[in-house]
T-cell receptor, first 111, second 113 residues
Framework: SQKIEQNSEALNIQEGKTATLTCNYT??????LQWYRQDPGRGPVFLLL?????KEKRKERLKVTFDTTLKQSLFHITASQPADSATYLC??????????FGTGTSLTVIP | NAGVTQTPKFQVLKTGQSMTLQCAQD?????MSWYRQDPGMGLRLIHY???????DQGEVPNGYNVSRSTTEDFPLRLLSAAPSQTSVYFC????????????FGDGTRLSIL
């Protein structure tokens, strides 16, 4: 099984706070982990990719970490805004171009 | 910029009917794939293709066929629709390497009665 799990189905936070979403995987470490954002009625949109040998990756207010010991990736949104409200998906990429997605975490940023 | 285009956006079928979901991309991506998204299940890979003439099964291929005659198009065929195939279907494309981001269409919402 190439299971990948996102711990929380839903997360509510106050505007301006940092949102932290968790992605856990089983078995061996994926070469890459990707994070996507999905808005209602739309397809997922790619946000960030982190490699197995990278500890951290940043893009503007977004930060992703990858801990192969814990078999976990954390996704942070700093200074959160209501426009950040969406569902966030993580995906592990294996050889052969097969991707396995988590079930997603629905984030609501409260003004 | 069209990106990944899926048609139709919505469809209702009766059990036993067949149908083809269309997917086209204009980014010259080698890799294309089909997912279904169900509540509580996340995105599950149905079939994928690493280039024209090459297809392979994903996690949940039963009841679906694909072909890849051109780089641009990757249609998904439901041979005999069943209520269990009621879902939202997404097509995605990317460059071939696994470190490349996937570009998704906006989905086809399919109901089987």
């Amino acid at each position: 099984s190439q299971k990948i799990e996102q711990n929380s189905e839903a997360l509510n936070i106050q505007e301006g706070k940092t949102a932290t979403l968790t992605c856990n995987y089983t078995n061996y470490s994926p070469a890459y982990l990707q994070w996507y954002r999905q808005d209602p009625g739309r397809g997922p949109v790619f946000l960030l990719l982190i490699r197995e040998n990278e500890k951290e990756k940043r893009k503007e207010r977004l930060k992703v970490t990858f801990d192969t010991t814990l078999k976990q990736s954390l996704f942070h949104i700093t200074a959160s805004q209501p426009a950040d409200s969406a569902t966030y998906l993580c995906a592990r990429a294996l050889s052969g171009n097969q991707f396995y997605f988590g079930t997603g975490t629905s984030l609501t940023v409260i003004p | 910029n069209a990106g990944v285009t899926q048609t139709p956006k919505f469809q209702v079928l009766k059990t036993g009917q067949s149908m083809t979901l269309q997917c086209a991309q204009d980014m010259n991506h080698e890799y294309m794939s089909w997912y279904r998204q169900d509540p509580g299940m996340g995105l599950r890979l149905i079939h994928y293709s690493v280039g024209a003439g090459i297809t392979d099964q994903g996690e949940v291929p039963n009841g679906y066929n694909v072909s890849r005659s051109t780089t641009e198009d990757f249609p998904l065929r439901l041979l005999s629709a069943a209520p269990s195939q009621t879902s939202v279907y997404f097509c995605a494309s990317s460059y071939r390497q696994t470190n490349q981001p996937q570009h998704f269409g906006d989905g086809t919402r399919l109901s089987i009665l």
